[in-house]
């Protein structure tokens, strides 16, 4: 049973493209959700939370669906420095463990 | 930008010995966690530390793990007879006290552990 589930990818796309990553989780008391992003062989750096309400941050745009326990993160005018693996990260209530999905892979091309 | 720190970078050892990985949080950091990450697999809990002593730990974190807080800032992940599968690259992060424990973690760069 996998707690978080991502499209491995890869996703190859042209600068510029606008991609969409999705992922869904199985714990419904899930209470906190994020973005990672990992370069090869470094470390994760957050990406971003996400609200309910869903939320930007400059190209990116992410949403939760907690009645689907979905999540999406939206890569608008994609450049070469967002080929990284987008991993979907959610914390359970009471909980400070992270529970990290295997990534979605990007590659922009030129 | 205050970072968490890792080291070494890379350590090779030989199955059945004890390798201590070493890791210098975030210094207003109260919360401490080891994860791993086995070669093409997804990042995994091992364990997280407050106050002095571990607050979580996942099935993984068997009787050969041990963490440390050795002194005011290091903190460390001891395996103690090591194994082929326990290769991986080893994170350490921080993240500060907060109620609602929606503070970002923090990661360091990593250790690679290689079990020969």
């Known amino acids: 049973r996998k707690e978080v589930e991502q499209d491995p990818g890869p996703f190859n796309v042209p600068e510029g493209a606008t991609v969409a990553f999705n992922c869904t989780y199985s714990n419904s008391a899930s209470q906190s959700f994020f973005w990672y992003r990992q370069d090869c062989r470094k470390e994760p750096k957050l990406l971003m939370s996400?609200?309910?309400s869903g939320n930007e941050d400059g190209r990116f745009t992410a949403q939760l669906n907690r009645a689907s326990q979905y999540i999406s993160l939206l890569i608008r005018d994609s450049k070469l420095s967002d080929s990284a693996t987008y991993l979907c990260v959610v914390r359970d209530t009471g909980r400070r463990a992270l529970t990290f999905g295997s990534g979605t892979r990007l590659q922009v091309q030129p | 930008e205050p970072e968490v720190t890792q080291t070494p970078s890379h350590q090779v050892t030989q199955m059945g010995q004890e390798v201590i990985l070493r890791c210098v949080p975030i210094s207003n950091h109260l919360y401490f966690y080891w994860y791993r990450q086995i070669l093409g697999q997804k990042v995994e809990f091992l364990v997280s530390?407050?106050?002095?002593?571990?607050?979580?730990k996942s099935e993984i974190f068997d009787d050969q793990f041990s963490v440390e807080r050795p002194d005011g800032s290091n903190f460390t992940l001891k395996i103690r007879s090591t194994k082929l599968e326990d290769s991986a690259m080893y994170f350490c992060?921080?993240?500060?006290?907060?109620?609602?424990?929606?503070?970002?973690?923090?990661f360091g760069q990593g250790t690679r552990l290689t079990v020969v």
């Open positions: 530390f407050y106050n002095n002593e571990i607050s979580e």
């Open positions: 992060a921080s993240s500060e006290w907060d109620r609602e424990m929606n503070t970002e973690a923090f």
């Open positions: 996400v609200y309910s």
